[in-house]
């Protein structure tokens, strides 16, 4: 018997690439269950899969930086901090931070198909009685429009936001004297793909062509240093309200008129922040 559960919860991470350096990346997490049936005529309780494999995601790999340890560049040492995470391909970057803020996967490259397959061996080590078998699929959200994927942390952040590196792949629109403007959404989105978002308070000086931002909150130090080409700062914590307002404030300020933004953060939940500025 085969048992699924669709778009069972989200993933939010953000992963090393070997072509793309830091990308923020959300995911769906589709859940397929194989077993023999109960006496209950049940496989497995919905109302006990569902916060199952949720909590196992939540307290694994949801908002860790996934590093593919096999990756040519990237080194992993122990730190005062707890791990810290150096690479130099594409890119350089250095990540110290509390070791539950990575995932460290043995492979060369993070793709979404084995960290499925991945995270499914992780939930068979421990099945639930009568289940043999457990496939895990995550999926993109499928997004035809403008969108972007970056990283950052949310030091105010009681749970586990307050990581410096993780990140989500979001929709996101902008309308301009109330039409969509594809363009404008397009271009906006771009300038925060694949970019590391940095809270102005949290950046130490910096130091001749990196950005370092560093911060200590409830879960420990978390330190990130990276090229400053590949860092947009702003002038307050990135929660995605304030991602919505200071976006909506640039864009009315440079291209005029009543400017309506919806920034999303992952799948299906955002903010929306409006400007008016006559040029
Ligand atoms: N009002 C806001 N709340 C939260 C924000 C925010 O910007 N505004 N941001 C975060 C974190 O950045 C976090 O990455 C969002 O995490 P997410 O997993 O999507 O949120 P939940 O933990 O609530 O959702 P799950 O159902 O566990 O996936 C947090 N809050």
Known sequence: MTLFVNALTQLDASFWDNERGLVGASWHVDVTLDGELGDDGMLFDFGEVKPWVKRHIDGESDHTLLVPTLAPGVVVSECAEGLCVQTTHPWPMEVRAPRQAFTLLP???????????????????????????????????QIDSAHYTYTHGLKQHAGN????????????????????????????????????????????QPE????????????????????????????????????????????????????????????????????????
């Open 161 to 204: 936001c307050q990581r410096i590196a993780h990140g989500h792949r979001s929709r996101f629109y902008v309308w301009r004297d109330g039409e969509l403007d594809n363009e404008l959404s397009l271009q906006w989105a771009h300038g925060l793909q694949d970019i590391y978002l940095a809270d102005q308070a949290d950046v130490i």
């Open 107 to 141: 492979w060369p490259a993070i793709t979404t198909a084995r960290l499925g397959e991945y995270i499914s061996e992780q939930l068979m080590k421990r099945p639930p009685a009568r289940v043999t078998a457990i496939d895990i699929h995550l999926a993109e959200e």
């Open 208 to 279: 001749d062509d990196f950005c370092r931002v560093a911060y200590t909150s409830a879960q420990g130090h978390f330190r990130i240093k990276l090229p400053r080409e590949r860092v947009m700062i702003m002038p307050m914590t990135s929660t995605v309200e304030n991602i919505a307002r200071w976006l909506a404030d640039r864009i009315a300020a440079l291209h005029g008129g009543h400017i309506r933004v919806q920034a999303f953060e992952g799948i299906g939940k955002g903010a929306v922040a409006e400007a008016e500025h006559t040029l």
